[in-house]
């Protein structure tokens, strides 16, 4: 049986979310999030956690759990919930698994990034996505890197509108079994990058499936993206 309010966690350090401060379809997304934790992700922690490998399992039940589409616009067929939702539901998510939690801190920021600057033709199917389920990972660590230096990572354009994504990540968050991973690179052709790298920095969507797609902690990009975010 499903509880409409999600209960405290950890005696009383996490108290239950109230309506004071939460919609009721916001609490009960987090209600139904605290039963698939209870029921599926926490008692497969321990396990995951010995294997050092992605928690499939437990992301597909992250999955069911419909919380990947709470950061998603309303607009957008989302529950369009708060920051603060995100919140309680991270700090929830950790309690059971934290390398769950991770995982749905980047999906969760980034869905929500993502909709702030993304082209409006990329909308529809980046929400389909979502809704059905996809899960989003994120490439952007490079060996040597600093905030001031561009991008090693490049992206060509291609005559499709898309662009070939080239280049090394030292690290990724998420992306191991990612439905769609984003990949920050540097468009050189980009207005204005020439004299400031910032005006070619370009975020990518990139399928999983692509050849070298980045899909370890380490992984080397050569693959075909849509533009997210650049000129």
């Known amino acids: 049986m499903t509880a409409t309010t999600p209960r405290t966690l950890l005696g009383a350090a996490i108290p239950a979310p109230s309506a004071a401060r939460f919609r009721a379809d916001e609490l009960a997304a987090l209600a139904t999030l605290q039963d698939v934790l209870d029921a599926d992700i926490a008692p497969a922690a321990a396990q995951a ?44 998510i950790a309690a059971a698994d934290s390398s769950v939690a991770q995982i749905f801190k980047v999906h969760d920021e980034l869905t929500r990034e993502i909709f702030v600057y993304c082209p409006d033709e990329l909308r529809p199917t980046l929400s389909g996505r979502i809704r059905d389920g996809a899960i989003l990972g994120l490439a952007v660590a490079e060996s040597g890197h600093k905030v001031d230096d561009p991008w090693r990572t490049v992206v060509t ?17 998420g992306a191991a079994e990612a439905d769609l991973i984003a990949v920050w690179a540097f468009n050189p052709a980009a207005e204005g990058a020439a004299e400031n ?28 993206a849509r533009p997210i975010r650049g000129r």
């Open 157 to 173: 354009p291609k005559p499709d509108g898309g662009f070939t994504v080239d280049g090394e990540k030292i690290y990724t968050t």
């Open 197 to 224: 790298f910032f005006l070619g920095l370009q975020l990518n969507l990139t399928p999983p499936d692509a050849e070298e797609s980045p899909s370890t902690a380490t992984g080397t990009c050569s693959a075909s």
């Open 49 to 92: 956690d010995a294997t050092g490998r992605y928690p499939t399992a437990s992301v597909a039940a992250l999955k069911r759990s419909g919380i990947l589409q709470s950061g998603l616009p309303a607009e957008w067929g989302g529950l369009g919930a708060s920051h603060r939702v995100s919140l309680e539901a991270q700090v929830r």
